[in-house]
């Protein structure tokens, strides 16, 4: 497994018609989303569970990470590359417990270096921050700013920006240290899905902050 992404980590949106659902992701990974999270904050635990097994399929023919947001349990039970808590999610070091040393384990650090540098400590292998913009996903999250991007640099893992990003205003984010762009509408509600993920690949084009071009 890669341990050093870089790119679009997609994630979906809520979707009750398991086949449309599919349909809208498949094309994202084809044409190069880099990760995906399966999100459903509606669908019951057996719908859940359905999603997020055809979900894995997909991805594994895709060769792209598929991580389940908020219940580790399910993510350990189907056997999917990781999970992703934030501050109401559980614990951090019960799920890496769980999901063994390999897994991926994000945790949504919203605005505050301390809180990534103690999930760090209790087992997450990546840190997540924001809304950076407005989200019409969630419209109340709390918002961060981009310097704490290359504040978190320093902690050794990857480093994922989240909120209202779209291929207009990901790159400053990713200049200031982000690894990946966490993004639901800016991919899922744009009106042409693949050609939103093609131009999100641009905003990787500059070297990261801690490469040298030679
Ligand atoms: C990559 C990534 N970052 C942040 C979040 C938000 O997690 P959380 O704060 O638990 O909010 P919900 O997504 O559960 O509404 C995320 N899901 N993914
Ligand atoms: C889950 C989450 N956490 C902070 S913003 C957000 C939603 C991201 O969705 P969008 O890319 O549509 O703003
Ligand atoms: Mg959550």
């Known amino acids: 497994m890669n341990r050093h992404p870089r790119g679009l980590y997609a994630i979906t949106p809520d979707l009750a018609d398991t086949a449309r659902l599919l349909s809208c992701v498949e094309p994202v990974l084809a044409a190069g989303a880099c990760w995906l999270q399966y999100r459903n904050k509606h669908a019951d635990a057996g719908l859940r569970e359905q999603q997020a097994l055809e979900l894995l399929s997909l991805c594994r023919r895709h ?24 501050e109401d999610d559980g614990g951090l070091p019960a799920a890496r417990r769980a999901l063994g040393p390999d897994a991926w384990l994000g945790a949504s650090c919203y605005d505050s270096i301390e ?97 040298s071009r030679e």
């Open 63 to 86: 060769g792209v990470p598929l991580l389940v947001n908020d219940d580790w349990r399910l993510a350990a039970r189907i056997g999917a590359d990781g999970a992703h808590l934030g």
């Open 115 to 211: 809180l990534a540098s103690k999930a760090v400590a209790d087992g997450a292998s990546y840190v997540a921050f924001g809304a950076f913009f407005p989200s019409p996903t969630k419209p109340g999250a709390r918002r961060a700013t981009a310097p704490l991007l290359s504040e978190a640099s320093a902690l050794g893992v990857p480093v994922v920006a989240i909120g209202g990003i779209s291929p207009d205003n990901g790159r400053p984010l990713v200049e200031a240290g982000a690894d990946l762009l966490a993004v639901i509408s800016g991919v899922f509600d744009a009106p042409d899905p693949r050609a939103a993920v093609r131009a999100f690949a641009t905003c990787f084009d500059s070297p990261h902050p801690g490469e």
